[in-house]
């Protein structure tokens, strides 16, 4: 799970959680990991791939950051998720 600024306004306001998952996953096994560790229902899960930026290291040799997979999920009204 992911804990930004944009991710906790999306929860409290929203009732959607933010997930960093695999590249290789999919909207069905997102729905169905949360839905069996959480005990929540879910109604709708969107997908985002990141492409990593390119930066500069101190010696001047470009690097690439790594890509990335989120997974933002809304539950059914009245479900929460509580972190502990």
């Known amino acids: 799970m ?3 600024e944009k991710a906790s306004k ?5 009732g959607q959680y933010t997930f960093e ?3 290789s996953a ?11 560790t959480f005990k929540v229902t879910v109604t709708r899960v969107n997908i985002q791939n990141i492409k990593g930026k390119p930066k500069r290291s101190r010696t001047g040799r ?9 997974a933002i999920v809304t539950l059914k009204q009245g479900d929460k998720i509580e972190l502990v």
């Not at 999306?10 to 929203?14: A, K, P, T, V």
């Not at 909207?27 to 839905?35: D, G, L, M, Q, S």
């Not at 470009?62 to 989120?70: A, G």
């Open 2 to 4: 992911r804990l930004t």
């Open 10 to 14: 999306l929860s409290s306001n929203y």
């Open 21 to 23: 998952v695999y590249p």
């Open 26 to 36: 999919t909207k069905h096994t997102v729905r169905e990991a949360v839905e069996a």
């Open 62 to 70: 470009p690097t690439q950051k790594s890509d990335s997979k989120r």
